[in-house]
């Protein structure tokens, strides 16, 4: 699905990442952890061509490396960044509608499916989305992402800020996600929502991979999560 090899990005003169190799097969549910700072969210910036990336990026067998951001959208790779982007004067199902790239073909997911899911979103729906709470603007953005109906989606610390509640929703929409067969990279801190949804990890330090492997493997590797994940 997604093959990363040797992939370099800058910021200025600022060397980011140092030849990130990732892989991401069909319905996969990849977790990339890490500290602050290391690259995570670079690499997701890089993949969506937000980034100027160095090196290559193949996405469903085509190299996409270097095309433009709204080309490598419309290939079917979605992306949730963790600023939660919403435009808050519009409605939330103005917002969910925004989401659409082909208005004459129907995706596999639809408004409805979206309200059904989050009965908060449905309760608002009508109602601007900037008077939402953050976890519940998390939750539109994620559902907005998957309106263009992405084959992949790359999801940047969903959870940051929420709380426990807003949290374990979030973890059990991303679940969701998966078991409708889109594959998923989720840039993620706590390994409490990474672990539980994900088929691997990766630990990424210093703007390169450190570790990969199934996380029933990386819950014997202490010495990776004392080295590269603990403060």
């Not at 917002?95 to 409805?112: A, F, H, Y």
């Amino acid at each position: 699905m997604l093959a990363i090899r040797d992939l370099h990005a800058y910021y200025g003169k600022s060397h980011v990442l140092h030849g990130v190799n990732m892989e991401i097969m069909p319905g996969e549910v990849i977790a990339l952890l890490g500290r602050n700072g290391v690259g995570r969210s670079t690499t997701a910036k890089a993949i969506m061509g937000e980034v100027s990336p160095i090196g290559s990026i193949r996405f469903k067998g085509q190299e996409i490396s270097g095309l433009a951001n709204h080309k490598i959208a419309r290939l079917g790779l979605g992306y949730v960044p963790e600023s939660r982007d919403i435009f808050p004067a519009m409605t939330v199902r103005q917002n969910l509608l925004l989401g659409i790239k082909d208005m004459r073909r129907p995706g596999k997911w639809n408004i409805q499916q979206m309200l059904d899911m989050f009965p908060n979103l449905a309760r608002r729906a009508d109602n601007p989305a900037g008077v939402l709470s953050g976890g519940e603007k998390q939750m539109l953005t994620m559902c907005r992402t998957l309106m263009g109906d992405p084959d992949l989606i790359i999801i940047d610390e969903p959870t940051e800020g929420l709380a426990p509640l807003i949290v374990q929703q979030v973890g059990d929409m991303i679940a969701e996600i998966a078991k409708a067969g889109v594959s998923i990279l989720l840039v993620e801190q706590k390994l409490s929502i990474a672990l539980r949804i994900a088929d691997r990890v990766y630990v990424m330090g210093h703007g390169e991979i450190v570790y990969g492997g199934t996380p029933d493997d990386f819950a014997t590797r202490d010495d990776i999560r004392k080295e590269w994940l603990e403060v």
